[in-house]
Protein backbone atom coordinates (compact mmCIF):
# COMPACT_ATOMS: atom_id res chain seq x y z
CA UNK A 1 0.00 0.00 0.00
CA UNK A 2 1.65 3.63 -0.98
CA UNK A 3 2.52 6.19 1.72
CA UNK A 4 -1.19 8.27 -0.19
CA UNK A 5 -3.02 5.69 -0.16
CA UNK A 6 -2.71 4.60 3.67
CA UNK A 7 -2.26 8.09 4.65
CA UNK A 8 -5.87 8.32 2.95
CA UNK A 9 -7.70 5.78 4.98
CA UNK A 10 -5.94 7.21 8.48
CA UNK A 11 -7.88 10.23 7.17
CA UNK A 12 -10.88 8.38 6.59
CA UNK A 13 -10.96 6.81 10.16
CA UNK A 14 -9.81 10.56 12.17
CA UNK A 15 -13.09 11.31 10.40
CA UNK A 16 -15.22 8.77 11.24
CA UNK A 17 -13.20 9.07 15.09
CA UNK A 18 -13.73 13.23 14.94
CA UNK A 19 -17.81 12.40 14.83
CA UNK A 20 -17.61 10.64 18.00
CA UNK A 21 -19.83 7.50 15.86
CA UNK A 22 -18.15 4.56 17.98
CA UNK A 23 -18.77 5.11 22.07
CA UNK A 24 -20.50 1.79 22.06
CA UNK A 25 -19.02 -0.51 19.70
CA UNK A 26 -18.37 -4.33 20.00
CA UNK A 27 -15.56 -6.10 18.93
CA UNK A 28 -18.20 -8.03 16.33
CA UNK A 29 -19.62 -5.27 14.58
CA UNK A 30 -19.05 -1.66 13.56
CA UNK A 31 -21.27 1.24 12.86
CA UNK A 32 -23.53 2.51 10.00
CA UNK A 33 -21.82 5.31 8.58
CA UNK A 34 -24.06 7.87 6.27
CA UNK A 35 -22.18 9.70 3.45
CA UNK A 36 -23.38 13.04 4.79
CA UNK A 37 -21.47 11.91 7.93
CA UNK A 38 -18.41 10.81 6.53
CA UNK A 39 -18.38 13.37 3.93
CA UNK A 40 -19.49 16.78 6.41
CA UNK A 41 -17.57 15.50 9.72
CA UNK A 42 -17.95 17.46 13.13
CA UNK A 43 -15.64 19.68 15.56
CA UNK A 44 -14.58 16.27 17.65
CA UNK A 45 -16.21 16.61 21.61
CA UNK A 46 -14.68 13.53 22.88
CA UNK A 47 -10.94 12.92 24.12
CA UNK A 48 -10.81 8.99 23.96
CA UNK A 49 -9.44 6.96 25.94
CA UNK A 50 -7.99 3.49 25.19
CA UNK A 51 -7.90 0.33 26.49
CA UNK A 52 -4.61 -1.84 25.53
CA UNK A 53 -4.53 -5.55 26.54
CA UNK A 54 -3.25 -6.88 29.83
CA UNK A 55 0.40 -7.49 29.91
CA UNK A 56 2.20 -9.20 32.76
CA UNK A 57 -0.91 -8.82 34.61
CA UNK A 58 -0.84 -5.37 33.75
CA UNK A 59 -3.15 -3.04 31.50
CA UNK A 60 -2.02 0.47 30.05
CA UNK A 61 -4.59 2.51 30.00
CA UNK A 62 -4.26 5.87 27.84
CA UNK A 63 -6.29 9.24 27.31
CA UNK A 64 -5.13 10.16 23.90
CA UNK A 65 -5.36 14.01 24.47
CA UNK A 66 -2.57 14.45 21.17
CA UNK A 67 -4.98 12.81 18.72
CA UNK A 68 -7.99 14.89 20.09
CA UNK A 69 -6.03 17.65 19.34
CA UNK A 70 -5.04 16.76 16.20
CA UNK A 71 -8.37 15.98 15.01
CA UNK A 72 -9.67 19.15 16.38
CA UNK A 73 -7.13 21.31 14.38
CA UNK A 74 -7.53 19.08 11.25
CA UNK A 75 -11.21 20.19 11.50
CA UNK A 76 -10.77 23.97 11.87
CA UNK A 77 -8.11 24.23 9.10
CA UNK A 78 -10.44 22.48 6.41
CA UNK A 79 -13.62 24.17 7.59
CA UNK A 80 -12.94 27.80 9.17
CA UNK A 81 -9.43 28.73 7.22
CA UNK A 82 -7.22 31.80 9.15
CA UNK A 83 -4.59 33.88 8.16
CA UNK A 84 -2.93 32.30 11.25
CA UNK A 85 -3.15 28.64 11.72
CA UNK A 86 -5.36 27.15 14.58
CA UNK A 87 -2.39 25.79 15.97
CA UNK A 88 -1.30 29.03 16.80
CA UNK A 89 -4.30 29.70 18.77
CA UNK A 90 -4.90 26.33 20.74
CA UNK A 91 -1.34 25.38 21.38
CA UNK A 92 -0.85 21.22 21.76
CA UNK A 93 -0.90 19.64 25.33
CA UNK A 94 1.68 18.50 26.96
CA UNK A 95 0.97 14.99 26.37
CA UNK A 96 -1.44 12.28 27.04
CA UNK A 97 -2.39 10.58 30.31
CA UNK A 98 -1.17 7.32 31.29
CA UNK A 99 -2.58 5.21 33.69
CA UNK A 100 -1.97 1.66 34.95
CA UNK A 101 -4.19 -0.94 36.71
CA UNK A 102 -4.01 -4.88 37.68
CA UNK A 103 -6.55 -7.68 37.19
CA UNK A 104 -8.27 -6.80 40.16
CA UNK A 105 -9.56 -3.34 38.62
CA UNK A 106 -6.79 -1.04 40.34
CA UNK A 107 -5.19 2.20 39.14
CA UNK A 108 -1.98 1.80 40.81
CA UNK A 109 0.25 4.13 38.69
CA UNK A 110 -0.26 7.05 36.89
CA UNK A 111 1.37 9.78 34.53
CA UNK A 112 0.80 12.94 33.27
CA UNK A 113 -2.27 13.25 35.08
CA UNK A 114 -3.51 16.03 37.12
CA UNK A 115 -5.80 13.48 39.52
CA UNK A 116 -4.80 11.61 42.29
CA UNK A 117 -4.88 7.79 42.48
CA UNK A 118 -8.05 7.90 44.99
CA UNK A 119 -9.98 9.95 42.32
CA UNK A 120 -8.92 8.06 39.12
CA UNK A 121 -9.82 4.26 41.38
CA UNK A 122 -13.38 6.06 41.59
CA UNK A 123 -13.76 6.75 38.20
CA UNK A 124 -12.19 3.46 37.03
CA UNK A 125 -13.98 1.27 39.22
CA UNK A 126 -17.28 0.55 37.33
CA UNK A 127 -15.07 0.53 34.02
CA UNK A 128 -14.85 -3.87 32.82
CA UNK A 129 -11.56 -4.47 34.16
CA UNK A 130 -11.45 -6.53 30.63
CA UNK A 131 -12.73 -3.71 28.94
CA UNK A 132 -11.21 -3.13 25.31
CA UNK A 133 -11.04 0.10 23.22
CA UNK A 134 -13.64 0.93 21.44
CA UNK A 135 -12.40 2.94 18.96
CA UNK A 136 -13.11 1.15 15.53
CA UNK A 137 -9.24 1.66 14.31
CA UNK A 138 -8.17 -0.04 17.68
CA UNK A 139 -10.45 -3.23 16.58
CA UNK A 140 -8.08 -3.83 14.12
CA UNK A 141 -5.05 -2.39 15.54
CA UNK A 142 -5.01 -3.38 19.47
CA UNK A 143 -1.37 -3.21 19.95
CA UNK A 144 0.61 -0.61 21.54
CA UNK A 145 2.72 -0.23 18.81
CA UNK A 146 0.35 -0.52 16.01
CA UNK A 147 -1.82 2.19 17.75
CA UNK A 148 1.35 4.62 17.65
CA UNK A 149 1.69 3.67 13.78
CA UNK A 150 -2.36 4.05 12.56
CA UNK A 151 -2.46 7.92 14.67
CA UNK A 152 0.65 9.15 13.40
CA UNK A 153 -1.53 12.05 12.21
CA UNK A 154 -3.15 12.81 8.98
CA UNK A 155 -1.92 16.78 8.49
CA UNK A 156 1.60 17.90 7.96
CA UNK A 157 2.08 19.74 10.60
CA UNK A 158 0.47 17.10 13.27
CA UNK A 159 2.37 16.40 16.58
CA UNK A 160 1.73 12.84 16.83
CA UNK A 161 5.04 11.82 15.02
CA UNK A 162 6.59 13.33 18.24
CA UNK A 163 4.87 11.10 20.68
CA UNK A 164 5.67 7.63 18.72
CA UNK A 165 8.92 6.18 20.58
CA UNK A 166 8.70 2.73 19.28
CA UNK A 167 6.60 1.28 22.75
CA UNK A 168 7.84 3.22 24.89
CA UNK A 169 5.76 6.76 26.37
CA UNK A 170 6.76 10.33 27.00
CA UNK A 171 5.95 11.43 30.37
CA UNK A 172 6.68 14.44 32.35
CA UNK A 173 7.17 15.54 36.32
CA UNK A 174 4.39 17.95 35.61
CA UNK A 175 0.94 17.38 36.54
CA UNK A 176 -0.68 19.71 33.86
CA UNK A 177 -3.93 19.42 32.68
CA UNK A 178 -4.85 18.59 29.69
CA UNK A 179 -6.21 20.01 26.57
CA UNK A 180 -10.39 19.66 26.80
CA UNK A 181 -12.91 19.88 24.72
CA UNK A 182 -13.76 23.23 26.11
CA UNK A 183 -10.50 24.61 24.96
CA UNK A 184 -8.59 24.88 28.48
CA UNK A 185 -5.65 25.85 28.09
CA UNK A 186 -2.03 24.06 29.53
CA UNK A 187 -1.03 25.06 32.86
CA UNK A 188 2.43 25.96 31.97
CA UNK A 189 3.44 27.76 34.75
CA UNK A 190 6.07 25.56 36.06
CA UNK A 191 8.81 26.27 33.47
CA UNK A 192 10.52 23.14 35.20
CA UNK A 193 9.00 20.84 33.42
CA UNK A 194 11.32 17.39 32.61
CA UNK A 195 10.67 14.79 30.61
CA UNK A 196 11.18 10.38 30.15
CA UNK A 197 9.99 7.73 28.79
CA UNK A 198 7.75 4.56 30.47
CA UNK A 199 7.22 1.66 28.80
CA UNK A 200 3.40 -0.56 28.60
CA UNK A 201 3.97 -1.82 31.87
CA UNK A 202 4.70 1.91 34.01
CA UNK A 203 8.48 1.46 34.17
CA UNK A 204 10.29 4.39 33.78
CA UNK A 205 13.17 3.43 31.05
CA UNK A 206 14.22 7.08 30.52
CA UNK A 207 14.78 9.07 33.62
CA UNK A 208 12.30 12.26 33.96
CA UNK A 209 15.46 14.41 34.16
CA UNK A 210 15.63 16.02 30.74
CA UNK A 211 14.26 19.49 29.37
CA UNK A 212 13.26 17.77 26.50
CA UNK A 213 13.61 14.53 24.60
CA UNK A 214 12.00 13.77 20.91
CA UNK A 215 11.85 10.60 18.92
CA UNK A 216 15.35 9.69 15.95
CA UNK A 217 14.66 6.51 14.80
CA UNK A 218 16.02 4.08 17.40
CA UNK A 219 18.07 6.95 19.61
CA UNK A 220 17.07 9.84 21.47
CA UNK A 221 17.08 13.69 20.58
CA UNK A 222 17.54 15.30 24.19
CA UNK A 223 17.61 18.31 25.78
CA UNK A 224 18.93 18.67 29.51
CA UNK A 225 20.50 21.72 31.15
CA UNK A 226 19.72 23.70 28.12
CA UNK A 227 22.54 21.38 26.30
CA UNK A 228 21.35 19.21 23.14
CA UNK A 229 22.80 15.91 21.85
CA UNK A 230 21.47 12.61 21.44
CA UNK A 231 21.57 9.38 23.30
CA UNK A 232 20.20 5.98 22.64
CA UNK A 233 17.75 3.84 25.13
CA UNK A 234 20.80 2.63 27.29
CA UNK A 235 21.46 6.38 28.10
CA UNK A 236 24.29 6.17 26.10
CA UNK A 237 25.56 9.20 24.58
CA UNK A 238 25.87 9.18 20.89
CA UNK A 239 26.14 12.81 20.35
CA UNK A 240 27.37 14.45 23.57
CA UNK A 241 24.62 16.47 24.94
CA UNK A 242 27.07 19.80 24.37
CA UNK A 243 25.35 22.38 21.91
CA UNK A 244 23.03 24.87 22.47
CA UNK A 245 20.42 23.55 19.58
CA UNK A 246 20.01 22.15 16.81
CA UNK A 247 17.99 22.81 13.31
CA UNK A 248 16.29 19.76 11.55
CA UNK A 249 13.54 20.71 8.68
CA UNK A 250 11.66 17.49 8.90
CA UNK A 251 12.65 15.36 11.84
CA UNK A 252 10.20 12.53 11.50
CA UNK A 253 10.79 12.28 7.58
CA UNK A 254 12.83 9.64 6.31
CA UNK A 255 13.95 11.84 3.36
CA UNK A 256 16.07 14.22 5.65
CA UNK A 257 18.84 12.46 7.40
CA UNK A 258 20.87 15.35 8.68
CA UNK A 259 20.43 17.56 12.43
CA UNK A 260 22.92 20.38 12.67
CA UNK A 261 24.14 21.57 15.89
CA UNK A 262 24.90 25.09 16.94
CA UNK A 263 26.83 26.96 19.48
CA UNK A 264 26.89 30.54 19.85
CA UNK A 265 24.54 30.77 16.41
CA UNK A 266 27.08 29.17 14.18
CA UNK A 267 26.88 25.52 12.71
CA UNK A 268 29.40 23.47 14.90
CA UNK A 269 28.45 20.05 13.68
CA UNK A 270 26.29 18.18 11.72
CA UNK A 271 24.81 14.29 12.34
CA UNK A 272 23.99 11.95 9.67
CA UNK A 273 21.40 10.00 11.80
CA UNK A 274 21.49 6.89 9.33
CA UNK A 275 24.58 6.17 9.28
CA UNK A 276 24.93 8.07 13.01
CA UNK A 277 28.07 9.88 11.84
CA UNK A 278 28.95 13.03 13.66
CA UNK A 279 31.35 15.66 11.64
CA UNK A 280 32.20 19.06 13.06
CA UNK A 281 31.61 22.08 11.06
CA UNK A 282 34.19 25.48 10.74
CA UNK A 283 31.24 27.31 12.93
CA UNK A 284 29.62 29.09 9.73
CA UNK A 285 27.34 31.28 10.43
CA UNK A 286 25.01 30.11 7.31
CA UNK A 287 25.14 27.07 4.78
CA UNK A 288 22.59 27.26 2.01
CA UNK A 289 20.66 24.90 0.27
CA UNK A 290 21.06 22.36 3.17
CA UNK A 291 17.81 21.13 2.42
CA UNK A 292 18.78 19.55 -0.72
CA UNK A 293 22.13 18.63 0.15
CA UNK A 294 23.60 15.39 -2.26
CA UNK A 295 21.77 17.44 -5.30
CA UNK A 296 24.66 19.64 -6.02
CA UNK A 297 28.05 19.44 -6.55
CA UNK A 298 28.70 23.00 -4.33
CA UNK A 299 26.78 24.33 -1.55
CA UNK A 300 27.67 28.20 -0.48
CA UNK A 301 28.82 28.72 3.44
CA UNK A 302 29.44 31.98 5.05
CA UNK A 303 31.19 32.80 8.12
CA UNK A 304 32.50 36.92 9.42
CA UNK A 305 30.97 37.94 5.81
CA UNK A 306 32.91 35.84 4.22
CA UNK A 307 31.83 33.15 1.39
CA UNK A 308 33.13 29.74 0.73
CA UNK A 309 32.26 26.39 -0.28
CA UNK A 310 31.96 22.57 0.70
CA UNK A 311 30.76 19.61 -0.82
CA UNK A 312 27.66 17.05 -0.23
CA UNK A 313 29.83 15.66 2.36
CA UNK A 314 30.51 18.82 4.35
CA UNK A 315 33.82 18.49 3.35
CA UNK A 316 35.17 22.17 3.09
CA UNK A 317 36.20 22.71 -0.32
CA UNK A 318 37.13 26.66 -0.44
CA UNK A 319 37.36 28.10 3.01
CA UNK A 320 35.11 31.06 3.63
CA UNK A 321 37.61 34.06 2.58
CA UNK A 322 35.72 35.52 -0.10
CA UNK A 323 33.32 38.80 -0.57
CA UNK A 324 31.99 37.54 -3.74
CA UNK A 325 31.83 33.54 -4.83
CA UNK A 326 30.36 32.34 -8.33
CA UNK A 327 29.61 28.92 -8.71
CA UNK A 328 32.10 27.04 -11.00
CA UNK A 329 31.97 26.84 -13.90
CA UNK A 330 34.30 24.43 -16.32
CA UNK A 331 36.06 23.93 -12.92
CA UNK A 332 36.89 27.56 -12.63
CA UNK A 333 34.66 30.88 -11.00
CA UNK A 334 35.88 34.16 -10.37
CA UNK A 335 36.06 36.09 -6.63
CA UNK A 336 36.61 39.19 -4.88
CA UNK A 337 38.63 39.80 -2.04
CA UNK A 338 39.26 42.93 -0.43
CA UNK A 339 38.55 45.67 -3.62
CA UNK A 340 39.61 43.23 -6.35
CA UNK A 341 38.66 40.41 -8.72
CA UNK A 342 40.75 37.31 -9.82
CA UNK A 343 39.85 34.05 -10.79
CA UNK A 344 40.41 30.60 -8.68
CA UNK A 345 39.84 26.91 -9.66
CA UNK A 346 37.47 24.71 -7.99
CA UNK A 347 40.55 23.33 -5.67
CA UNK A 348 40.69 26.85 -4.36
CA UNK A 349 43.52 28.01 -5.98
CA UNK A 350 44.62 31.40 -7.96
CA UNK A 351 44.49 30.79 -11.40
CA UNK A 352 44.26 34.32 -12.34
CA UNK A 353 45.71 37.05 -9.96
CA UNK A 354 43.25 39.43 -7.92
CA UNK A 355 44.42 42.70 -10.03
CA UNK A 356 40.64 43.29 -11.45
CA UNK A 357 38.25 46.12 -10.37
CA UNK A 358 35.50 44.10 -11.28
CA UNK A 359 35.03 40.66 -13.02
CA UNK A 360 32.23 38.17 -14.66
CA UNK A 361 32.34 34.60 -14.95
CA UNK A 362 33.81 32.63 -17.85
CA UNK A 363 31.24 32.31 -20.46
CA UNK A 364 30.50 28.99 -22.77
CA UNK A 365 33.21 29.98 -25.32
CA UNK A 366 35.56 30.14 -22.56
CA UNK A 367 36.44 33.84 -22.28
CA UNK A 368 35.74 36.81 -19.25
CA UNK A 369 34.78 40.12 -18.81
CA UNK A 370 37.03 42.16 -16.68
CA UNK A 371 37.78 46.18 -15.52
CA UNK A 372 40.76 47.63 -14.63
CA UNK A 373 42.43 51.02 -14.43
CA UNK A 374 38.72 51.74 -16.01
CA UNK A 375 39.09 50.05 -18.35
CA UNK A 376 36.96 46.54 -19.88
CA UNK A 377 37.83 44.24 -21.69
CA UNK A 378 38.07 40.26 -22.32
CA UNK A 379 40.53 37.43 -20.87
CA UNK A 380 40.94 34.19 -21.54
CA UNK A 381 41.32 31.11 -19.21
CA UNK A 382 45.33 32.02 -18.77
CA UNK A 383 44.59 35.81 -18.02
CA UNK A 384 45.50 37.14 -21.78
CA UNK A 385 42.99 39.21 -23.45
CA UNK A 386 40.58 38.74 -26.03
CA UNK A 387 39.41 40.69 -28.72
CA UNK A 388 36.16 39.50 -29.51
CA UNK A 389 33.29 39.72 -26.85
CA UNK A 390 30.64 41.66 -25.29
CA UNK A 391 31.26 44.37 -23.24
CA UNK A 392 28.50 45.10 -21.76
CA UNK A 393 28.85 44.79 -18.15
CA UNK A 394 25.91 42.26 -16.99
CA UNK A 395 24.18 44.31 -13.96
CA UNK A 396 21.83 43.13 -11.45
CA UNK A 397 20.16 46.41 -11.59
CA UNK A 398 21.17 50.01 -12.16
CA UNK A 399 19.86 53.50 -11.62
CA UNK A 400 20.48 56.10 -14.18
CA UNK A 401 22.49 59.28 -12.10
CA UNK A 402 22.97 62.66 -13.78
CA UNK A 403 25.90 63.75 -15.44
CA UNK A 404 26.24 60.17 -17.25
CA UNK A 405 26.50 58.14 -14.26
CA UNK A 406 24.77 55.01 -13.57
CA UNK A 407 24.21 53.33 -9.59
CA UNK A 408 24.48 49.43 -10.14
CA UNK A 409 24.24 46.74 -8.19
CA UNK A 410 26.91 44.10 -8.81
CA UNK A 411 26.38 40.10 -7.68
CA UNK A 412 28.76 37.71 -8.77
CA UNK A 413 27.58 35.43 -5.91
CA UNK A 414 24.08 33.37 -5.36
CA UNK A 415 23.27 36.07 -2.22
CA UNK A 416 25.82 39.02 -1.56
CA UNK A 417 26.20 41.96 -3.61
CA UNK A 418 27.61 45.41 -3.81
CA UNK A 419 26.63 48.86 -5.38
CA UNK A 420 29.34 51.02 -7.16
CA UNK A 421 28.71 54.28 -8.98
CA UNK A 422 30.18 53.27 -12.76
CA UNK A 423 30.15 55.77 -16.01
CA UNK A 424 27.19 55.01 -18.13
CA UNK A 425 29.43 55.51 -21.48
CA UNK A 426 32.44 53.25 -21.12
CA UNK A 427 31.13 51.76 -18.05
CA UNK A 428 34.57 52.37 -16.09
CA UNK A 429 33.67 52.05 -12.28
CA UNK A 430 33.82 55.40 -10.29
CA UNK A 431 34.19 54.44 -6.82
CA UNK A 432 33.40 50.09 -7.06
CA UNK A 433 32.71 48.34 -3.44
CA UNK A 434 31.86 44.95 -2.35
CA UNK A 435 31.45 42.59 0.83
CA UNK A 436 27.82 42.68 0.63
CA UNK A 437 28.03 46.34 0.72
CA UNK A 438 24.69 48.56 0.65
CA UNK A 439 24.14 52.46 -1.09
CA UNK A 440 22.94 54.68 1.63
CA UNK A 441 22.23 58.59 0.65
CA UNK A 442 24.33 60.43 3.47
CA UNK A 443 22.46 63.96 2.15
CA UNK A 444 21.04 66.06 -1.09
CA UNK A 445 21.84 63.48 -4.15
CA UNK A 446 25.47 64.11 -4.68
CA UNK A 447 26.47 62.16 -1.93
CA UNK A 448 26.78 58.83 -1.46
CA UNK A 449 27.81 56.57 1.11
CA UNK A 450 29.74 52.82 1.03
CA UNK A 451 29.92 50.63 3.70
CA UNK A 452 32.20 47.80 3.76
CA UNK A 453 33.46 45.92 6.83
CA UNK A 454 30.97 48.15 9.27
CA UNK A 455 32.86 51.16 7.76
CA UNK A 456 31.49 54.10 5.51
CA UNK A 457 33.71 55.78 2.41
CA UNK A 458 31.65 59.38 0.83
CA UNK A 459 31.42 59.58 -3.21
CA UNK A 460 30.38 62.73 -4.41
CA UNK A 461 29.85 61.82 -8.20
CA UNK A 462 29.41 65.52 -9.24
CA UNK A 463 33.27 66.67 -8.16
CA UNK A 464 34.75 63.03 -8.21
CA UNK A 465 35.87 63.45 -4.97
CA UNK A 466 35.62 60.36 -2.41
CA UNK A 467 37.43 59.37 0.40
CA UNK A 468 38.41 55.94 2.40
CA UNK A 469 36.78 53.60 4.57
CA UNK A 470 37.56 56.05 7.93
CA UNK A 471 34.05 56.81 8.88
CA UNK A 472 31.60 54.05 11.52
CA UNK A 473 28.28 53.38 9.60
CA UNK A 474 26.62 55.71 11.79
CA UNK A 475 25.90 59.21 10.96
CA UNK A 476 23.92 62.12 12.00
CA UNK A 477 22.13 63.80 8.63
CA UNK A 478 23.01 66.58 5.87
CA UNK A 479 23.44 69.53 7.79
CA UNK A 480 23.67 73.39 5.68
CA UNK A 481 25.79 71.48 3.33
CA UNK A 482 27.55 69.54 6.06
CA UNK A 483 27.26 66.24 6.72
CA UNK A 484 27.18 64.55 10.00
CA UNK A 485 29.38 62.10 10.41
CA UNK A 486 31.01 59.64 13.03
CA UNK A 487 34.63 58.45 13.30
CA UNK A 488 36.81 56.19 15.75
CA UNK A 489 33.52 56.49 17.99
CA UNK A 490 33.41 60.33 17.79
CA UNK A 491 31.06 62.81 15.77
CA UNK A 492 32.76 65.93 13.77
CA UNK A 493 30.77 67.87 10.86
CA UNK A 494 32.52 67.43 6.85
CA UNK A 495 31.53 69.33 3.77
CA UNK A 496 30.81 68.34 0.78
CA UNK A 497 34.28 68.27 -0.41
CA UNK A 498 34.85 66.34 2.65
CA UNK A 499 37.01 68.87 4.60
CA UNK A 500 36.41 69.16 8.48
CA UNK A 501 34.34 71.64 9.17
CA UNK A 502 34.10 70.67 13.51
CA UNK A 503 36.83 68.28 14.18
CA UNK A 504 35.52 64.36 15.31
CA UNK A 505 35.72 65.34 19.10
CA UNK A 506 32.25 64.55 20.03
CA UNK A 507 30.12 62.09 22.06
CA UNK A 508 27.25 62.73 20.03
CA UNK A 509 25.92 66.02 17.39
CA UNK A 510 22.59 66.52 15.44
CA UNK A 511 20.86 68.76 13.83
CA UNK A 512 18.85 71.08 16.17
CA UNK A 513 15.70 71.40 14.20
CA UNK A 514 13.78 73.85 16.58
CA UNK A 515 16.86 76.38 14.88
CA UNK A 516 19.10 75.09 12.40
CA UNK A 517 21.69 77.65 13.25
CA UNK A 518 22.36 75.14 16.17
CA UNK A 519 23.69 71.75 16.67
CA UNK A 520 22.88 69.36 19.60
CA UNK A 521 25.93 67.88 20.83
CA UNK A 522 26.82 65.79 23.74
CA UNK A 523 29.89 66.37 26.13
CA UNK A 524 30.61 64.50 29.34
CA UNK A 525 27.50 62.30 28.65
CA UNK A 526 25.11 65.78 29.02
CA UNK A 527 23.66 67.49 26.30
CA UNK A 528 23.80 71.30 25.26
CA UNK A 529 24.05 73.33 22.05
CA UNK A 530 26.85 74.63 19.53
CA UNK A 531 27.21 76.59 16.47
CA UNK A 532 27.86 76.07 13.15
CA UNK A 533 32.25 77.39 14.62
CA UNK A 534 31.71 74.88 17.62
CA UNK A 535 31.21 77.70 19.75
CA UNK A 536 28.89 77.02 22.66
CA UNK A 537 25.70 78.13 22.68
CA UNK A 538 23.88 75.94 25.32
CA UNK A 539 26.24 74.58 27.98
CA UNK A 540 25.56 70.86 28.10
CA UNK A 541 23.56 70.49 31.72
CA UNK A 542 20.59 68.35 30.14
CA UNK A 543 20.40 64.71 30.56
CA UNK A 544 18.69 64.61 27.04
CA UNK A 545 16.93 67.40 24.38
CA UNK A 546 13.84 66.12 22.62
CA UNK A 547 14.05 68.08 19.40
CA UNK A 548 10.19 68.43 18.47
CA UNK A 549 9.15 71.14 16.30
CA UNK A 550 7.86 73.69 17.70
CA UNK A 551 9.60 73.30 20.56
CA UNK A 552 12.48 71.50 22.13
CA UNK A 553 11.97 69.27 25.49
CA UNK A 554 14.93 68.80 27.82
CA UNK A 555 15.40 66.81 30.67
CA UNK A 556 17.19 68.19 33.49
CA UNK A 557 17.65 66.26 36.84
CA UNK A 558 14.71 63.61 35.90
CA UNK A 559 12.22 67.21 35.04
CA UNK A 560 11.06 68.75 31.96
CA UNK A 561 10.95 71.60 30.52
CA UNK A 562 11.07 73.97 26.88
CA UNK A 563 13.95 75.63 25.13
CA UNK A 564 12.81 78.19 22.30
CA UNK A 565 15.00 77.95 18.88
CA UNK A 566 17.62 80.71 20.55
CA UNK A 567 18.14 77.79 23.13
CA UNK A 568 16.76 79.95 25.85
CA UNK A 569 14.89 77.76 29.23
CA UNK A 570 11.43 79.19 28.54
CA UNK A 571 9.93 76.73 30.55
CA UNK A 572 11.88 75.76 33.55
CA UNK A 573 13.07 72.11 33.89
CA UNK A 574 10.96 71.44 37.47
CA UNK A 575 7.79 69.42 35.84
CA UNK A 576 7.09 65.80 35.89
CA UNK A 577 6.19 65.99 32.17
CA UNK A 578 5.69 68.59 29.64
CA UNK A 579 4.08 68.15 26.48
CA UNK A 580 2.32 69.55 23.60
CA UNK A 581 -2.20 70.43 23.90
CA UNK A 582 -3.17 71.99 20.95
CA UNK A 583 -1.87 75.39 20.87
CA UNK A 584 -0.88 75.31 24.23
CA UNK A 585 1.28 73.68 26.78
CA UNK A 586 0.04 70.80 29.13
CA UNK A 587 2.41 70.77 32.62
CA UNK A 588 2.59 68.21 35.05
CA UNK A 589 3.84 69.17 38.45
CA UNK A 590 3.38 67.36 42.21
CA UNK A 591 0.96 64.95 40.01
CA UNK A 592 -1.31 67.97 39.31
CA UNK A 593 -2.06 69.19 36.09
CA UNK A 594 -2.16 73.34 34.57
CA UNK A 595 -1.70 74.84 30.77
CA UNK A 596 0.41 77.61 29.61
CA UNK A 597 -0.04 79.33 26.33
CA UNK A 598 2.97 79.34 23.18
CA UNK A 599 4.10 82.31 25.16
CA UNK A 600 4.49 80.37 28.19
CA UNK A 601 1.79 82.58 30.30
CA UNK A 602 -0.48 80.18 32.59
CA UNK A 603 -3.83 79.70 31.63
CA UNK A 604 -4.65 77.48 33.84
CA UNK A 605 -2.08 76.78 37.09
CA UNK A 606 -0.89 72.88 37.76
CA UNK A 607 -3.57 72.05 40.74
CA UNK A 608 -5.97 70.03 38.42
CA UNK A 609 -6.15 66.06 38.87
CA UNK A 610 -6.89 65.72 35.02
CA UNK A 611 -7.28 68.06 32.10
CA UNK A 612 -8.48 65.98 29.00
CA UNK A 613 -7.00 65.80 25.99
CA UNK A 614 -8.21 68.90 23.29
CA UNK A 615 -9.46 67.05 20.28
CA UNK A 616 -9.45 69.79 17.71
CA UNK A 617 -7.82 73.33 17.82
CA UNK A 618 -10.87 74.67 17.46
CA UNK A 619 -12.28 73.91 21.40
CA UNK A 620 -14.02 76.08 23.38
CA UNK A 621 -13.44 74.55 27.25
CA UNK A 622 -10.59 72.90 29.00
CA UNK A 623 -12.80 69.91 30.51
CA UNK A 624 -10.96 69.55 34.07
CA UNK A 625 -11.10 67.07 37.29
CA UNK A 626 -10.12 69.03 40.40
CA UNK A 627 -10.53 67.72 44.02
CA UNK A 628 -12.61 64.88 41.87
CA UNK A 629 -15.52 67.07 40.65
CA UNK A 630 -15.14 67.35 36.64
CA UNK A 631 -16.41 71.14 35.47
CA UNK A 632 -15.30 72.84 32.22
CA UNK A 633 -13.42 76.33 32.11
CA UNK A 634 -14.19 78.52 29.04
CA UNK A 635 -11.67 78.81 26.52
CA UNK A 636 -10.24 82.90 27.02
CA UNK A 637 -8.30 83.84 23.92
Known amino acids: MTRFSFKFI ?9 NNLSTQ ?23 DTLFFPFYNGVQMIMVDHISYWDRKIVFLEQTQPMAMPHSMHNPPPLGNEFFFRNDKGEIIQSFNSPYTLKLLNQHFKNIPIYKNSTKPIHQVFKYHHQVNIVTSGAWAYSPNSLYYFKGLYKVSNANYFQTSPSYNKINNNNEKVKFGLIDSLGTVQIPIEYNEILPLGDDLLVNKNEKWGIIDKKLNEVVPLQYDTYKNYYLDNDNNKYIYFYNKNQYTAVYNIKTKELKALNHYDEIYWIDNFNQRDYYPVFKNRKMGFINGEYEEIIPPQYLILEHFRNDFTCANKGLKFGFINNKGEEVIPFIYDYAEPFNR ?30 WKSQTKLPDNLLQVYISNGPYFGYYAIVDAINYQLKFPMSNQLMLRGVGDEEIFGFL ?5 ALYNFKTDEK ?16 IIMKKDGKFGLVN ?19 NKDFLIFKENNLFGLINMKGKVKVKPIYQSIDDYLPFARVYRNDKQGILNSNGKEVIPCEYQKVEKFCDYYMLKKNDKYGI ?14 KIERCKN ?21
Open 467 to 482: TDFVYDITYNGFYEGS
Open 452 to 456: QNDKM
Open 496 to 514: KNFESVLDFKYEYLSVYLT
Open 617 to 637: EGFSYFYVTLNGVFQNIPRDD
Open 10 to 18: VLILTFIQS
Open 25 to 47: ISTDSLPKISIQELMFPSLPNKI
Open 596 to 609: VDMDYQEILPCIYD
Open 365 to 394: EGVALVAKDGQLYCIDKKGKIQDKCGKIPT
